[in-house]
């Protein structure tokens, strides 16, 4: 069952994300704020989700999951394939007109393997299957062998890593280093226009409210239920005749999935996809946008994603070379003084203020009590 707070903040959730989405969309309309600035907001958005997936998995089943950053990226490779065949037709030799295949890429022939990428429900398809097909692979040898707490979170890590190293290769054809880059249409429309761009941006803010609703509903559930106690205690929920492993294999597939179509709307809006964004370090950088936000919350990494991102555009400009001093600092910060992160900060000074609220009345009732006097049971 729902909570009257957590009704009231799904309800407040969903009407700021269409609220923003609204806003931001007039405020561009009528010039307040440039083009530039939507598509950064955008890409923010699309790092919620991704953080989302994180929280489902960290903060409600307590599996710390280094490798989420790798479906996010083959989920932005398999629209970044559809998008680079939008660039030209093909011929009836299925040799690529696209500049960038033909030249960048030197392919005198376009790979078998790209051919069903043209069609745009394919790609949407593949970016659904194959982060559910390599996530349920994983976890199925992980969670059957029993794999858990760091060793897990080290497999996931090896497995991103793995991966990153093979889409450097030219053999792998997936553009090695360089990546893909330099998308031109989609479904028909330029992607390089303002009213596109828009549009993406609706359907990124669209995506975060339903995944956002989805979550909240899955985490009330009964399967949310044991989801939690696989967290608390993962022993007791066996000895409870409930098998662990399938709910963990579960919820790593749906996660592997929230964060391939977040990738998906992150390529179009970003104008790249290359290796870079498998990197070990960005899966690390998305646990420190989940604990500062808050996990366990769903809306803690939303805040926490947006504002680290933020900051992370502001130090790039300022003091590029600082950035990861500064990232390193708020995750230190965190741990040390905000261990429910900036969701539960309120609630965390209210307390300390309580607590100093209280020794303050309790020192101001021995100032009251006339000089002499003991208290009750005191030694003389």
């Known amino acids: 069952m729902h909570t009257k707070r957590e009704k009231i903040e799904t309800t407040a959730f969903t009407a700021v994300i269409v609220g923003f989405v609204i806003l931001a969309l007039v405020l561009n309309g009528a010039g307040v704020i440039d083009i530039f600035t939507v598509e950064l907001w955008g890409k923010y958005l699309c790092y919620a989700i991704l953080a989302m997936s994180v929280d489902l998995l960290w903060g409600y089943t307590g599996l710390l999951s280094l490798g989420q950053a790798l479906f996010f990226a083959l989920g932005g490779y398999m629209m970044g394939m559809h998008l680079m065949l939008m660039e030209g037709a093909l011929s009836k030799s299925g040799k690529p007109m696209a500049p960038f295949l033909s030249g960048m890429l030197g392919w005198d022939e376009l790979p078998r393997i790209w051919v069903p990428f043209s069609s745009f429900a394919f790609a ?4 659904i299957v194959l982060p559910a097909l390599v996530a349920g692979v994983f976890g199925f040898l992980a969670f059957r062998s029993r794999i858990k707490g760091v060793y897990f979170s080290i497999l996931t890590q090896a497995l991103t890593y793995g991966a990153c190293l093979m889409f450097f290769r030219n053999e ?4 090695g280093n360089n990546g893909f880059t330099d998308f031109k249409f989609l479904l028909g429309a330029d992607v390089r226009h303002d009213a596109t761009k828009r549009g993406l941006f609706i359907a990124t803010g669209v995506l975060l409210a339903g995944v956002y609703l989805l979550c909240r509903w899955l985490t009330k559930t009964k399967f949310g239920l044991v ?3 696989v967290r608390d205690s993962e022993t007791r929920v066996l000895f409870s005749g409930y098998a662990a492993a399938n709910y963990k294999l579960f ?13 998906a709307l992150y390529v179009p809006q970003v104008g790249i996809i290359n290796p870079s964004e498998m990197d070990t370090a960005k899966s690390l950088e998305i646990i420190v946008w989940v604990a500062l936000g808050g996990r366990g919350t769903l809306i803690g990494p939303v805040i926490g994603a947006i504002v680290v991102n933020a900051l992370k555009s502001w130090a790039s400009r300022a003091y590029p070379d ?9 995750f230190v910060l965190v741990v040390l003084l905000m261990p429910k992160g900036l969701v539960g900060l309120p609630a965390q000074i209210r307390a ?8 303050a009345d309790e020192d101001w009732q021995d100032l009251k009590k006339p000089a002499g006097e003991t208290l009750p049971n005191s030694a003389p």
């Open 251 to 263: 919820i790593f597939v749906v996660c592997g999935i929230i964060a391939g179509t977040a990738g």
């Open 352 to 359: 300390r203020f309580q607590k100093w609220r209280k020794r």
């Open 227 to 229: 989801q939690r106690a």
């Open 124 to 127: 949407m398809l593949m970016v």
């Open 322 to 330: 600082l950035w990861p001093i500064f990232l390193g600092t708020m």
């Open 172 to 175: 792998t054809l997936m553009g």
